[in-house]
């Protein structure tokens, strides 16, 4: 196995090596800076690790990630210039495009793979359960995108619970409380939910394992700072590959840096992690590609977009090639 982590580092750091040429390097010069939106989240680990270690720097970039609570503001951020990029769900970008907002995925980061869930009280035991329920989530987030999807799957729509309006973050503690017996988040609240009461009391009922693909986390830029900005925005990418093939690499060390942002021990990341897969760059091109699959944005796209129009966050679907900018991640694959 070192073996082959040996062999992907390499694989990666040559393809960021080999790829320079396409965009104008900014080693040489005054590092430039990048003000990128995030939040915590397992699948941001390869970005987490890269700051850590300061492997932005060696392309002559800057980084400093600022963190959100609630993620839906990183979009507005990004619209108002308070950030430079972020690190969004597509249902997010998708979102933002159909209401004319000009913002374009550069790069997926990860697919969910269980790490966002629906948990509720153990003697809830189905989605079918909610009924007539209260469920805390977040208006316009990948929760409320989670939540409509699992409704759909079982013949049911937002009319048929009672919503509560709530943070990620705020999901355990009204848990714990008693006020809410269903809510919608994401690690490492999820774990933090079923931990409570002994570790028996909650469960998960729905979670991205059962939609995968349908949430992808994705590097986001305005279509304005992509034309102004390229060369950092390559770096940015050159710098994550340079996190996630040092991930594995090093699995502990990177899990005990991980785990440090998370608020959790090296074990507790690992186990937070394994909720999230991270494409490796020969594999993000497929979430370019035109296919109905639901690890391409158009196959997820077609899904989300009519969840969205259908619960009218949105009204039309939009085309969605105008969603993504492919030329990065295109150059450094070559």
């Given at each position: 196995?070192?073996?082959?982590?040996?062999?992907?580092?390499?694989?990666?750091?040559?393809?960021?090596?080999?790829?320079?040429?396409?965009?104008a390097?900014?080693?040489?010069?005054?590092?430039?800076?990048?003000?990128?939106?995030?939040?915590?989240?397992?699948?941001?680990?390869?970005?987490?690790?890269?700051?850590?270690?300061?492997?932005?720097?060696?392309?002559?970039?800057?980084?400093?990630?600022?963190?959100?609570s609630d993620?839906?503001?990183?979009?507005?951020?990004?619209?108002?210039?308070?950030?430079?990029?972020?690190?969004?769900?597509?249902?997010?970008v998708?979102?933002?495009?159909?209401?004319?907002?000009?913002?374009?995925?550069?790069?997926?980061?990860?697919?969910?793979?269980?790490g966002?869930?629906?948990?509720?009280?153990?003697?809830?035991?189905?989605?079918?359960?909610?009924?007539?329920?209260?469920?805390?989530?977040?208006?316009?987030?990948?929760?409320?995108?989670?939540?409509?999807?699992?409704?759909?799957?079982?013949?049911?729509?937002?009319?048929?619970?009672?919503?509560?309006?709530?943070?990620?973050?705020?999901?355990?503690?009204?848990?714990?409380?008693?006020?809410?017996?269903?809510?919608?988040?994401?690690?490492?609240?999820?774990?933090?939910?079923?931990?409570?009461?002994?570790?028996?009391?909650?469960?998960?009922?729905?979670?991205?394992?059962?939609?995968?693909?349908?949430?992808?986390?994705?590097?986001?830029?305005?279509?304005?700072?992509?034309?102004?900005?390229?060369?950092?925005?390559?770096?940015?990418?050159?710098?994550?590959?340079?996190?996630?093939?040092?991930?594995?690499?090093?699995?502990?060390?990177?899990?005990?840096?991980?785990?440090?942002?998370?608020?959790?021990?090296?074990?507790?990341?690992?186990?937070?992690?394994?909720?999230?897969?991270n494409?490796?760059?020969?594999?993000m091109?497929?979430?370019?590609?035109?296919?109905?699959?639901?690890?391409s944005?158009?196959?997820?796209?077609?899904?989300?977009?009519?969840?969205?129009?259908?619960?009218?966050?949105?009204?039309?679907?939009?085309?969605?090639?105008?969603?993504?900018?492919?030329?990065f991640?295109?150059?450094?694959?070559?």
């Amino acid at each position: 196995m070192s073996t082959l982590f040996r062999s992907l580092h390499k694989t990666l750091l040559g393809a960021t090596l080999a790829a320079a040429s396409i965009f104008a390097p900014l080693t040489g010069h005054a590092a430039e800076k990048m003000k990128i939106g995030t939040v915590v989240w397992a699948g941001y680990g390869p970005f987490y690790v890269a700051d850590k270690l300061d492997l932005f720097k060696p392309h002559g970039l800057d980084v400093d990630l600022q963190f959100f609570s609630d993620p839906s503001l990183i979009t507005t951020a990004i619209a108002g210039r308070a950030l430079d990029g972020g690190m969004l769900t597509y249902d997010q970008v998708v979102s933002s495009v159909a209401k004319g907002l000009k913002q374009r995925v550069v790069m997926p980061i990860d697919f969910s793979n269980g790490g966002d869930a629906i948990v509720a009280e153990s003697s809830i035991g189905s989605v079918k359960d909610f009924k007539g329920r209260k469920v805390g989530y977040n208006p316009l987030s990948p929760s409320d995108f989670l939540l409509s999807y699992a409704l759909k799957q079982n013949g049911m729509s937002e009319k048929d619970i009672e919503p509560v309006n709530m943070t990620p973050e705020g999901v355990p503690g009204a848990m714990a409380s008693g006020a809410l017996p269903i809510g919608v988040t994401y690690e490492p609240n999820v774990s933090q939910v079923l931990g409570m009461g002994g570790g028996n009391k909650y469960k998960v009922v729905f979670s991205s394992k059962d939609a995968p693909g349908l949430i992808t986390d994705v590097l986001a830029f305005d279509e304005s700072m992509i034309a102004k900005r390229p060369e950092a925005i390559k770096a940015l990418i050159q710098g994550y590959l340079d996190g996630m093939a040092y991930m594995q690499a090093h699995p502990e060390e990177s899990a005990k840096i991980v785990g440090e942002v998370l608020g959790v021990s090296a074990e507790e990341a690992k186990a937070q992690m394994s909720g999230a897969y991270n494409p490796t760059l020969a594999e993000m091109g497929q979430s370019f590609a035109p296919s109905d699959d639901t690890h391409s944005f158009h196959g997820s796209g077609a899904i989300i977009a009519q969840l969205l129009k259908n619960n009218g966050q949105i009204a039309a679907i939009p085309d969605f090639s105008q969603t993504y900018d492919a030329r990065f991640v295109e150059a450094l694959a070559k």
